[in-house]
């Protein structure tokens, strides 16, 4: 449904010289009946959709996660629940994502917090996203993916550390953080 609308939205900019006359005529030609009518009006939602996420990810001063979260609830405000779910589909790696940006944010936001506390609410977050489908989740984090996240919640640590000490400290950790969350 995404590559329609994406394919839709290339034609109006380049065929159609941005005429969305045109494209509402195009959709009546090719889907008569309500169908053109339906497509139509989810094509003007999510060219809305394109444009207020444009905004919110050219904002300055908002972070990654409050970015993500944003535009999240746009989609949700925007579009139901069915047509989301064709237009978004959730994907495994969405919650790792997330997760990491959560807790950039976090860092960001409590420089001077300790790595136990950072580590709580990183495990806390993570419990609440991946929920019941963690082992398929697990499956798509990315190799780096517990390395950075060993890097924002040990940041402290490691800053007076010598290059072999953050390399066996950093590999401890990630260990300690899979076993933490899986027990």
């Known amino acids: 449904m995404r590559d329609f609308l994406e394919t839709l939205r290339g034609k109006e900019s380049y065929l159609w010289k941005g005429d969305r006359e045109k494209t509402y005529t195009y959709l009546l ?7 053109g ?3 139509y009006a989810v094509y003007v939602a999510f060219m809305n959709w394109k444009e207020k996420t444009l905004e919110v990810e050219q904002t300055e001063g908002l ?21 989301r779910s064709m237009l978004f589909p959730k994907h495994p790696t969405t919650p790792p994502v997330l997760l ?18 950072r580590k709580r609410i990183f495990l806390r977050k993570k419990e609440e996203l991946y929920q019941t489908k963690k082992w398929e989740i697990q499956a798509w984090e990315s190799p780096m993916f517990f390395r950075q996240v060993v890097e924002l919640i040990y940041a402290r640590e490691m800053l007076e550390m010598s290059d072999e000490e953050k390399t066996s400290y950093r590999s401890a950790k990630q260990e300690e953080l899979k076993v933490d969350f899986w027990n």
Do not use: C, G, M, W
């Open 37 to 39: 009518h339906v497509l």
């Open 29 to 35: 030609e090719t889907y008569p009946d309500e169908r």
């Open 100 to 117: 990491l940006s959560f807790l950039e944010d976090y860092v960001q936001k409590n420089p001077y917090s300790y790595s136990r506390e």
């Open 63 to 83: 972070t990654s996660y409050e970015k993500l979260t944003a535009v999240n609830r746009l989609s949700e405000e925007i579009f139901p629940l069915v047509i």
